[in-house]
Nanobody, 127 residues
């Protein structure tokens, strides 16, 4: 299995940028896809934000972040990134990275496609 740890969250003003990191450990030699999800407020269902295939060649974004967020990965460092530009107050939430093993180089969006989850990092955007 793979273990995930997010970092990079914080409190920023609208229009600012943040870069989240998702560090993977454990069984990272196998191909795994990574998705980013967010949850706000607590108790609300987690929503899909972005995903990136194991090779990094395929990415997929929610309409709400398309053009502002960019997912990337450095497989040599077992780390996946989410660059968030032009942040808006509605981007506020706890951001989670999730992973699952996937040899098809796809970047799925549904929660049920992901088996392993990090603990989350808080992002707060003030107007």
């Amino acid at each position: 299995q793979v273990q995930l740890v997010e970092s990079g969250g914080g409190s920023v003003q609208a229009g600012d940028s943040l870069r989240l990191s998702c560090a993977a450990s454990g069984r990272t030699a196998a191909n795994y896809v990574v998705g980013w999800f967010r949850q706000a407020p607590p108790g609300k269902e987690r929503e899909f934000v972005a995903s990136i295939s194991w090779s990094g060649q395929t990415t997929y974004y929610a309409d709400s972040v398309e053009g502002r967020f960019t997912a990337s990965r450095d497989n040599a460092k077992n780390t996946v990134y989410l660059q968030m530009n032009g942040l808006k107050p509605e981007d506020t939430g706890v951001y989670y990275c999730a992973a699952n093993y996937n040899d098809f180089d796809t970047a799925p969006s549904p929660l049920y496609e992901y088996e392993y989850w990090g603990q989350g990092t808080q992002v707060t955007v003030s107007s």
